[in-house]
């Protein structure tokens, strides 16, 4: 088949809502750099038609900072690595609703809990419960969890006190994923998806790019999270954090990130992609390209252990580009 009849049929496919082979997602991936803009046009097409003009805002708090047994070898949270990140047990009500309603009167409809750690113990677990019981009688936020990895009956209980979605990231390719951690397994993370599906939660899920991992890999993680049924995605890019393993690793080109964004939205044209943590030295005023060509979600009001935007500079981003807070 010929370059441009190929393309004529992955544009028909990807406009039509189906999202690309892997095949064609490797044969997009080897584009020059010259035919980036024609990647990139197409992306927004994409997301124009099945995201309209809508970014959705989410917001997160650390509910429990530090001291985390696993060796991922890019987090500030490992106790195997000296960050100097704030250590502390977990948060109480009041500090917990005190950012959920700042959140919600900027605007932002999803909230999550999130604590470092493998996984959450049953006595951290009912006070967690416990704050979500109030942010749910007083906010109208769409409640998120992220709590590690989980069972079923975890799952359930926090969908009985009104959390909608669990977030847990695959962080990567499952042939990638061994060289950030070995303290668990991908199948764990796999499972925990599983598990939060089942018990009637939605789920997001995603990873981050930059850990030196190769363009392959990033596409076999979207590959997978798409055969998971998963359409809410974040993606983060490497901060390089002093301390961990990946302090010196070099940072991924602009060109690059825009790429894989525009290459994730047409494997997966109508999922909410969310450009979270690292965004800001990632891409600084390329924000908004990456706005227009491919993402529809925003993390907003810092991450876990660095800082973002103000609020209203990500507000002023998205009116920029013609969109709206959806």
Request: hydrophobic residues 40%; aromatic residues 6%.
């Amino acid at each position: 088949m010929g370059k441009n009849l190929m393309w004529e049929k992955i544009r028909e496919k990807v406009l039509g809502g189906e999202g690309l082979s892997w095949e064609e997602a490797y044969y997009l991936a080897g584009w020059p750099r010259e035919r980036l803009v024609n990647l990139l046009d197409l992306s927004r097409q994409v997301r124009e038609r099945f995201g309209g003009r809508d970014v959705e805002l989410c917001a997160i708090i650390n509910a429990r900072s530090g001291l985390c047994s696993e060796d991922c070898c890019f987090c500030a949270q490992s106790s195997r690595y000296k960050t100097g990140v704030e250590v502390y047990p977990l948060i109480d009500v009041p500090k917990a609703l005190e950012k959920a309603r700042r959140m919600e009167a900027a605007g932002v409809k999803r909230f999550a809990l999130v604590t470092s750690g493998k996984g959450i113990g049953e006595r951290d677990f009912e006070k967690v419960l416990e704050i979500y019981r109030v942010l749910r009688a007083e906010t109208r936020l769409k409640l998120c969890a992220s709590l590690g990895i989980i069972d079923e009956g975890k799952a359930q209980r926090l969908k009985e006190v009104g959390v909608t979605t669990y977030h847990h990231n695959l962080e990567t390719g499952r042939s990638y994923f061994p060289q950030i951690c070995t303290t668990h397994t991908f199948e764990e993370r796999v499972a925990t998806v599983q598990a939060a599906r089942a018990a009637g939660l939605n789920v997001c899920s995603g990873g981050i790019i930059g850990l030196g991992e190769t363009m392959a890999h990033r596409l076999e993680m979207v590959f997978e999270l798409r055969e998971l049924g998963v359409r809410s995605v974040p993606v983060n890019i490497l901060n390089p954090i002093p301390g961990t393993p990946l302090a010196n690793q070099e940072r991924l080109p602009v060109e690059e990130i825009l790429k894989t964004l525009a290459l994730f939205r047409l494997i997966i044209p109508r999922a909410v992609f969310r450009l979270c943590g690292g965004r800001e030295p990632g891409l600084g005023e390329k924000q908004k390209e990456a706005l227009a060509v491919a993402v529809n979600g925003l993390m907003v009001g810092n991450y876990l252990t660095t800082r973002g935007n103000e609020i209203q500079e990500d507000l002023d981003m998205i009116a920029e580009v013609g969109l709206r807070v959806g």
